[in-house]
């Protein structure tokens, strides 16, 4: 199964709404990285956490990390419609070398 | 100037071809991968390549082949080309002075029928 695992697999709001998706992982890790993807578009990097972070701020962007519960969260406020897109976690874990390991993503839709 | 570029962006084969997929960056990165995005958006590591060290991932059939001409360039050969197959490649890499953050080409949609 995958390393990451987002939650839920696809999130509908309205615009101005918060979006909060959710990331577990497996194994022990250096860092957790969440991107972005755009339908049709390659990955876009958009937050990095440390194992030794809890919290993270950019812009509107929050992201949060339990390394007891294996987790990580990602906040997005105040969504405007183009937040629409496909959102991954990313671990950087001590066993996988120099390989990210991404989650399967959440669809997250703004509608105006 | 694109930091990742990948060609083709499509690419329709019939089954039993042999196709590459090139990736050429121009971040001076020391690291190149390719992934696989399969139709319900899962991300697979196939390929990770560093100064001539090659990481596979166990999982991928040995018909994939990662060849590196120079640092900047690591292309994707596939020999007899299986329906399965079909699914978008991306290309990426990462630089020490990048940190951990892997920039990401445009991606390849491959299709085989």
């Known amino acids: ?112 | 100037d694109t930091a990742v570029s990948q060609t083709p962006k499509y690419l329709v084969t019939q089954m039993g071809n042999d196709k590459s997929i090139k990736c050429e960056q121009n971040l001076g990165h020391d690291t190149m991968y390719w992934y696989k995005q399969d139709s319900k958006k899962f991300l697979k590591i196939m390929f990770s390549y560093n100064n001539k060290e090659l990481i596979i991932n166990e999982t991928v059939p040995n018909r994939f082949s990662p060849k590196s001409p120079d640092k900047a360039h690591l292309n994707l050969h596939i020999n007899s080309l299986e329906l399965g197959d079909s699914a978008v490649y991306f290309c990426a890499s990462r630089g020490s002075h990048s940190g951990n953050t892997i920039y990401f080409g445009e991606g390849s949609w491959l299709t085989v029928v």
């Open chain 1, 1 to 112: 199964s995958q390393q990451g695992e987002e939650d839920p697999q696809a999130l509908s709001i309205q615009e101005g709404e918060n979006a909060t998706m959710n990331c577990s992982y497996k194994t022990s890790i250096n860092n957790l990285q969440w991107y972005r993807q755009n339908s049709g578009r390659g990955l876009v990097h958009l937050i990095l956490i440390r194992s030794n972070e809890r919290e993270k701020h950019s812009g509107r962007l929050r992201v949060t990390l339990d390394t007891s519960k294996k987790s990580s969260s990602l906040l997005i406020t105040a969504s405007r419609a183009a937040d629409t897109a496909s959102y991954f976690c990313a671990t950087d874990s001590v066993t996988a070398g120099n390989m990210l390991t991404f989650g399967g993503g959440t669809r997250l839709m703004v509608k105006p």
